[in-house]
């Protein structure tokens, strides 16, 4: 059987590399590329069609969601596509499966599941969007529930490039939730808000406030100061001016109380 060409569309490249290790060690797949950025796969993509596309939906330059939108404007597609996230919103799932993926699977996610996976539609059957309901694997409901403040949350997230893998991603959603539903919390940031979580999280306050500082400077590294600023209304950071831990998550709180959180 002639082997089937896989790229990785993954940010955390150590988790990319293992996929492809695995991948190339089972000795039916040929790993093309591992690519850390959503523009670089859309550019591995043209380059070499492959047969099968493993896409991680929050990466930086260009999420998974627009690069499935770039190769549905290109016309270019690969037989199977994956998403491969942490990710388990119902609402997620459904607008990568409406702009092309064709199954999606949770993290962390066994080899030797995906690789069945794989192989099943592979093999002479038509790719369709599936949901099988087994470890790893995503299977929303039949009802679309109402946005949760958790998934609009993770919406934010994924516009400013704050990668779900790292701690700051908790912490930060943590954080968030607090000043919604106590809005005074905020001005008792390092006596409550930080005590707080790294109680429920069994950490140190010091690592919660630099892990949250962290997913912050991620945001800033990845140049997506103008969805930011989208996000708020208003142009009130450039890249040399990021906000203080404080500042973002009131910033964040506050819009998502306007908006009935």
Known sequence: MNKLKVII???????????????????RFDVGYVCENGNEAVAAIGREIPDVLLLDLVMPEADGYTVLSELNAMRIKPALIIVVSQIKSETFIEKALRLGANYYVHKPVSL??????????????SFKKAFPEEKGFAAPQKERRVNSVDEKIANIFISVGIPAHIKGYQFLREAIKMAINNPEIINNITKKLYPNIAEKYETSSSKVERAIRHAIEVAWSRGKIENINNIFGIKIYTANDKPT??????LVADKMLLEGA
């Open 112 to 125: 030797d599941s995906l690789i069945d996976r794989i192989l099943e539609f592979s093999d002479g059957k």
């Open 245 to 250: 831990n404080g500042e973002f998550i009131a």
């Open 9 to 27: 569309a993954e940010d955390n490249l150590e988790f990319g590399e293992l996929l492809k290790s695995g991948l190339e060690k089972d000795g």
